[in-house]
């Protein structure tokens, strides 16, 4: 089993601040099948990015993805009112699929 | 318009069975690979299994803290799926969500809005 394990826990920023999320897996993550969702209190997941780098659907540019392997990364390049919520990073290359456990993007 | 919406969720005794279902609709469900996701409150995500398309061969995988208790299935011709829960614990009490997950190379993901079930005696 692939273990994702996400770095900080909680970021405490501004809104038009930068945020950089971090998701290191336990071992390669096949052709890059990571992805990035955010979910807010109430609300069923969001997708995000797609193949580490790929935009969803509808997802505005100042979300990016990157990394490959095992070491991948979300930065969301100013934060907006509307991004602080919970965001996890999953990879679906191989089974058991598994999320990582979450970081928690807060207004400082 | 695509729909996902779960039913069957409630409160149960530990040991005791639940079956949720899931109705599917704005999208062709007999090609799709869908997934059951759950998370436990003030907790994260945890992926239950998956049932791939039938013409994929509409076989199942299983998270391990899951496996031999919960039984995914589905039924193309009423655009449902199902997760058939058994033997239940304390520590499934969880919110499930029905979700399409990944959709590539579209970029996009369905899901529900996700059925509580609480496990307690």
């Known amino acids: 089993e692939i273990v994702l394990t996400q770095s900080p826990g909680t970021l405490s920023l501004s809104p038009g601040e930068r945020a950089t999320l971090s998701c290191r897996a336990s071992?390669?993550?096949?052709?890059?099948?990571l992805a990035w969702f955010q979910q807010k209190p109430g609300q069923a997941p969001r997708l995000l990015i797609f193949g580490a780098s790929s935009r969803a659907t509808g997802i505005p540019d100042r979300f990016s993805g990157s990394g490959s392997g095992t070491d991948f990364t979300l930065t969301i390049s100013r934060l907006e009112p509307e991004d602080f919520a919970v965001y996890y990073c999953q990879q679906y290359g191989s089974s058991p699929l598994t999320f990582g456990g979450g970081t928690k993007v807060e207004i400082k | 318009e695509v729909q996902v919406v779960e039913s069957g969720g409630g409160l149960v005794k530990p040991g005791g069975s639940l079956r949720l279902s899931c109705a599917a609709s704005g999208f062709t469900f007999s090609n799709a690979w869908m997934h059951w996701v759950r998370q436990a409150p003030g907790k994260g995500l945890e992926w239950v299994g998956r049932i791939k398309s039938t013409t994929d061969g509409g076989t199942t995988e299983y998270a391990a803290p899951v496996k031999g208790r919960f039984t995914i299935s589905r039924d193309d011709s009423k655009n449902t799926l199902y997760l058939q829960m058994n033997s239940l614990r304390t520590d499934d009490t969880a919110v499930y969500y029905c979700?399409?997950?990944?959709?590539?190379?579209?970029?996009?993901?369905?899901w529900g809005q996700g059925t509580l079930v609480t496990v307690s005696a």
């Open positions: 071992q390669s993550v096949s052709s890059s099948y």
């Open positions: 979700t399409r997950l990944v959709i590539v190379p579209a970029g996009t993901s369905y």
